[in-house]
């Protein structure tokens, strides 16, 4: 069994690069990519500008955005001991959301870093706001409460936005974002949220142990030295720098947070540190195959990412709906 | 007492002339060249600022009240209305102008009450655009700005360099990756301007989708926004990618206004000689 789960694992980690080299392949202009492989970086020819100044910093993009977005749904499911727990949850993505809006909103911006900028500051402001209201040594349950308050909240407040649009472009604006979505996206992205997405990470590396020593209750973890704030906090900042600087360069993007963990969690033998790897391994590949759909429907407008991973992840719960009642039946 | 006399049959024959010339500038003018005007229409209301006298309009559309699409400024009492027809009611306007589309409740109930309702077609070409330029003139008047743009139109069309494969290619990248191909008044701009519209080449018909791929692999001479550059919108996303800086950096760009969107009459002409003198540039001779 263990083997079992090593090579599925193990299989998975092939899979991105054939992921990866599918994304490369994937366009509406077909591209000789040996060529512009040989071409190199600094060549003006239009297959090696397409192959490493548009399709590479995409997938690569891909690949950072979904990682991130499965490290904070296993981070999130293992500190709120809640398997249908994601980071929309404590008002992450929504607080990186209603600042990116309020930016397109106001239209006043003429530099294309404030938003994602002021997108991760959301992320950051949600979070602590969930923090403060949840107040000292709050439980898990207290801290979904708080954050569902606040979700609740920036989710009106986004109504709001949306109800008094100043114009239809600005409305459509909100709702294309609301949707997620990689395309035009370059270098300058990339490394605009690598280093969040990193500093996001490292906080949860240093969390995996606290994240183990919770699935055995709060008291056993307080017991074996993990009580305090500390944790938590590392934790909760972790998930926010991750995930609001993925919502901050691609807008939101739905689903990957919850349902790669529950995909991976059997692979890992339930194991909260290991499963943030296996999640963020796993969401940079399903997202990664999402976009090589995206990239691969022809139309007039562009298929949005988040429509895609919700229509993935909506299948995925009746999945187990379906699969919980045939276990209860026998 | 005959001098009297004359003084007066000399006044009556003045007056006669007089009444003659009167009846006949009425007979010659437009029967709205006086008269208080509403617009129930976005282009409408734009063409009313910029070219009838402000005493002469009672009302515009709200959206002309918006900075995103006013144009010309908004004399303090014009009525901003909102599409209905009892706000035009009150303001007894001798006649109201609306579009072929939208609003056509309110213009149609207020047809039925005996208001002057005129609907101006809308232009989604250049034969429609002098169409709709002549309906204008034939409404409002021999308005100077309009009988100018009429003519500066025809001329510029009569100009025009020939449809040839040798002209230079451009690619219109509007909003969300949208580009205008054939049957497009935009198309029309720029194939009588002297440029291939590649769009239309691709085998793109009304509006279609360009990636930045698709742009690159094309290798436009010249790249053609839309739309307002001051603020950063999603939509605009492409336009800022550092894959176009080539194009920025060397001048190869042009930028719609956005006005050519929703009233091409007040932009058109404008539009096509500047794109004309682009061609210049880019071919290099005239």
Known sequence: ?330 | MNKYRDILRGLRLLSSIAAVLLMQGLISAPAYAQARIASLNLCMDQILLQWVAPERIVSVTWLSGEEHYRRAPLPEHVYLNRAQAEELLPLKPDLILTGQYGAQRASQRLDQLGLHVVRIPDAYNLAQLQQQLASLQQTLGALPELHQQRSKLQSLLDQAPEAAAGNPGALILSANNITYGDGMLEHELLTRAGFNNLAAQQGIQQLGRVSLEQVIALQPQLLVFYGSDQDFAIAHLAERHPVLRNYIDTGSVYRLPQELGFCPALAAVEVLQQLMEKRKEIVGQP
């Open chain 1, 1 to 330: 069994m263990l083997a079992n789960r090593k090579v599925i694992l193990t299989l998975l980690a092939c899979a991105l690069p054939l992921a990866m080299l599918a994304a490369l392949s994937s366009g509406p202009v077909s591209i000789d990519i040996p060529a512009a492989i040989v071409d190199g970086w600094y060549s003006d020819s239009s297959d090696a500008v397409i192959l490493w100044q548009l399709r590479l910093p995409r997938a690569v993009l891909a690949i950072l955005v979904g990682a991130a977005l499965g490290l904070g749904g296993a981070a999130m499911q293992g500190m709120l001991r809640n398997p249908l727990a994601e980071p929309a949850l404590l008002g992450v993505s929504s607080g990186a959301a209603l600042a990116a809006i309020l930016v397109l909103y106001y239209g006043a911006v003429s530099i294309g870093l404030v938003l994602p900028l002021l997108a991760i500051l959301g992320a950051l402001l949600a979070v602590a706001s969930v923090w403060l209201l949840a107040g000292r040594g709050a439980s898990a349950s207290r801290l979904v409460l708080a954050g569902v308050a606040i979700n609740a909240f920036l989710s009106a407040l986004m109504a709001l936005a949306l109800n008094y649009a100043p114009s239809m472009f600005a409305m459509q604006e909100i709702v294309f974002w609301l949707l997620g979505s990689l395309a035009n996206r370059g270098w300058d992205q990339v490394l605009l949220a690598l280093p969040f997405v990193l500093i996001g990470a490292l906080f949860l590396f240093f969390s995996r142990n606290y994240l183990r020593a919770l699935s055995l209750g709060e008291a056993s973890a307080s017991s074996l030295g993990f009580g305090g704030r500390r944790y938590p906090l590392l934790v909760l900042f972790g998930i926010a720098f991750a995930v609001g600087s993925s919502v901050a360069v691609a807008g939101t993007i739905g689903f990957i947070g919850l349902v790669v963990p529950h995909l991976m969690r059997p692979l890992v033998g339930q194991d909260p540190g290991r499963l943030l790897w296996a999640s963020a391994l796993a969401g940079a590949l399903l997202l990664l195959l999402a976009d090589v759909l995206v990239l691969n429907t022809v139309g007039t407008q562009e298929l949005r990412i988040g429509a895609v991973t919700a229509f993935i992840g909506a299948p995925f719960f009746f999945w187990l709906i379906v699969k919980g009642r045939r276990e209860a039946s026998l």
